[in-house]
């Protein structure tokens, strides 16, 4: 009997000590989750103490299940070593959201940016060309991202800034760059700016606003983007332009089939819309682009939106930048007025009519329409035309040469209606 005895209280021990252990891995298991799901959990704004509340609920709910031999044997661990686990995952929450709340307050981002309200361009000592330049092209007072950018860039330091589309980036970037090309010419015919966009469009518009900035100065730019006649890209590459614009795509082709053009040179390097490259599935290209750039260099940041995959590619290209966040993601650009026409699930097939109604009768000139299938942008444009209007078409269909024409008949006011894909963004 006694022998009996002591060896089913042997067998309780061995059991108890397994038990205590299988408790301490499901806590584990559990903090290990909790890690993973915290930032899930902190912005479905729960409290601390209604996650405690859950965790205790599913812990009461597992003793149920195991029945009463193995509560008994849970509560032997639980009193003393659970509570001390509790505390130190409590703790460990709190030193997260501490954590993290240090890096909102110091932060990615610097919100409001620190920027003087009143300053003009006048106040930027900018060298007389460039304020002709600004003078001439109408521009009377800088946007917030160009009194917010302006300003760092011309000290010479990485920026990182996050502004709505149609704020005025071109200009915040452009600016302190022309301002150091006129400050510290060139010693030797090489590249010392380049500026990566997603979109040639985007290319082209950024090289029409840098060649009226540098009207008055000698700068040269040049444009390499998809669409356009690569020898003559090459022939203009081998100039060694100041300021190069190109698509990453673009750029790795004449890196590659260029021998006498490379990147050593490049004193500044600007990413403008980084979030859109980063769409455009050129994260690749643009990582091999930064690591032949000289690591001497300025870089700026620019982009719609702050994404994590945005803050990576920030991580890898800038050292020490100076963050500027102007605008909110939602923001749209100033002076922007947005109306909403609801179209009923049963009335769909009166849309046409209806865009067409608001055309002749509302919004006669002056005015993009966007599609979202060149289908329909070419539909749009025939239907519009046979009603008498003077329209024309923008989408991916058309050549370099056609979408460059309809841009121009647009802006000279030759058509009042242009029907566009986002190609035209």
């Known amino acids: 009997m006694y022998d009996g ?11 108890k000590k397994k038990r205590a252990a299988t408790t301490l891995d499901e806590k584990i298991e559990k903090v290990r989750k909790k890690r993973k799901t915290e930032d899930k959990e902190a912005k479905s704004g729960k409290s601390e103490k209604e996650k405690e509340k859950q965790e205790e609920q599913e812990d009461i709910e597992r003793k149920d299940e195991d029945g009463s031999d193995s509560e008994d044997s ?24 501490k954590k993290k709340k240090g890096q909102e307050k110091s932060g990615f981002f ?8 009143n300053l003009s361009f006048q106040d930027m000592n900018l060298s007389r060309p460039l304020l002709k330049a600004i003078t001439v092209m109408g521009f009377k007072q800088p946007t917030p991202i160009q009194k917010a ?12 800034a996050c502004a709505a589309t149609g704020t005025g980036k071109t200009v915040a970037f452009a600016l302190p760059v022309l301002e ?34 540098a009207q008055f100065c000698n700068i040269t730019t040049c444009l390499a983007v998809g669409g356009l006649h ?32 490379h990147l050593s040179s490049i004193e500044v390097l600007i990413l403008d819309e980084a979030d859109r490259m980063l769409d455009e599935y050129f ?3 643009m990582k091999e682009i930064i690591r032949m750039c000289s690591h001497h260099r300025q870089t700026m ?30 923001d749209v650009a100033p002076f922007l007025r947005q109306e909403f026409v609801r179209i009923r699930p049963n009335r769909e097939g009166d849309r046409e009519a209806i865009v067409a109604a608001l055309l002749t009768r509302t919004f006669t000139d002056h005015v993009m329409l966007f599609t979202q299938t060149k289908k329909q942008a070419h539909h749009m444009h025939i239907l519009l035309g046979l009603m008498g209007l003077q329209v024309g078409e923008l989408h991916g269909n058309l050549s370099q040469t056609q979408q460059l024409e309809a841009l121009r008949l647009f802006k000279d006011e030759q058509i009042d209606i242009l029907v566009a894909t986002d190609v035209a963004a």
Not at 189 to 196: D, E, F, K
Request: charged residues 25%.
């Open 230 to 261: 690569v020898k003559s890209q090459e022939a203009a590459l081998r100039a060694a332009p100041d300021i190069l614009i190109a698509t990453p795509g673009r750029l790795i082709d004449h890196l590659h089939n260029c021998p006498s053009f």
């Open 180 to 213: 150091r090309l006129i400050y510290k010419p060139r010693q030797a015919p090489v590249t010392r700016v380049l500026v990566l966009v997603p979109t040639r469009e985007l290319g082209i518009q950024v090289h029409s606003v840098t060649k009226q900035l």
């Open 5 to 15: 005895s002591w060896a089913m209280a042997d067998v309780m021990s061995q059991l």
């Open 149 to 160: 950018c302006i300003p760092v860039g011309l000290l010479g330091k990485d920026i990182c």
């Open 283 to 285: 994260e690749e290209q």
């Open 301 to 330: 940041l620019f982009s719609a939106t702050m994404t994590d995959e945005v803050k990576d590619l920030a991580s890898v290209s800038l050292k020490n930048p100076v963050r500027i966040f102007v605008n909110s993601n939602t």
């Open 74 to 97: 849970e509560t032997d661990y639980s009193s003393a070593d659970e509570n001390i686990l509790t505390k130190a995952d409590t703790l460990k929450v709190k030193e997260w959201k």
């Open 110 to 117: 610097e919100d409001p940016s620190q920027y003087d309200e």
